[in-house]
């Protein structure tokens, strides 16, 4: 999943989109609102951690002007404030989470899983995909082939995660590259060949197929 940090606090910033890398997101920051509003108009993100207080635009025209035009990307607020005057304008003006500062990391990390479950399974739906004798559980970010759990890493299952979220689809090299990879990264795009390779050594040869040109289908009931 890709993320984008819109905090002007650097230390802060930084430190958080070190911490959601290695869980497994792809992590944009930006440290000006106007900049973040434009960054969130313009690429696609699965949400986004927007403080408050910002040089440009403050978190709450950011997120109001996101919302009129349209885009529905799960925002979180962060602010130094609190009260409940403070949050109830960040929630009137399109918000879906608010968390005041300082707060507990692990808190945070709870908070965007259950926002990026929220939207991309619904309310009440389940986060454990299976797929023939393949359990994947998006809320614990743990994987069973048949009863054996299968260790991958955090880029491992977030390149996993993309074909689980389209199964029977084609999602291509571009797109995968999008959500798993930050908006900086100008590597090789084969990366993500190196990938899918390892995840059919770890899961099954079968499991990823290669559309020509096109991009990778997961497999159901493989």
């Known amino acids: 999943m890709r993320l984008l940090i819109v905090e002007d606090e650097k230390r802060l910033a930084l430190s958080l989109a070190k911490g959601l890398t290695a869980e497994g997101y792809a992590v944009d920051v930006v440290h000006d609102g106007l900049e973040g509003l434009h960054r969130a ?23 109001s002007t996101l919302r009129a035009a349209g885009n529905e990307v799960p925002i979180l607020m962060l602010t130094a404030k609190d009260g409940e005057y403070d949050e109830a304008e960040g929630l009137d003006t399109g918000a879906d989470d608010y968390l005041t500062k300082p707060f507990s990391y692990v808190v945070l990390v709870a908070r965007i899983k259950a926002l990026l479950r929220r939207r991309g399974q619904g309310a009440g739906a389940s986060p454990v995909h299976t797929l023939g004798e393949l359990r994947v559980d998006t809320a614990t970010r743990r994987v069973f082939l048949r009863d054996d759990e299968v260790t991958l890493t955090a880029k491992e299952f977030a390149v996993l995660e993309q074909l689980v979220l389209r199964v029977g689809e084609v999602v291509s090299k571009a ?30 040869a079968g499991l990823i197929r290669t559309v020509r040109g096109a991009g990778y289908r997961l497999e159901a009931g493989r």
């Open 41 to 63: 108009g313009e690429s696609p993100y699965d949400l986004l951690i927007l403080d408050i207080m910002l040089p440009g635009m403050n978190g709450y025209r950011v997120c």
């Open 175 to 204: 797109e995968i590259l999008d959500h798993v990879w930050d908006f900086a990264y100008d590597g090789d795009p084969n990366i993500v060949e190196v990938y899918v390779s390892t995840l059919r050594r770890k899961l099954g």
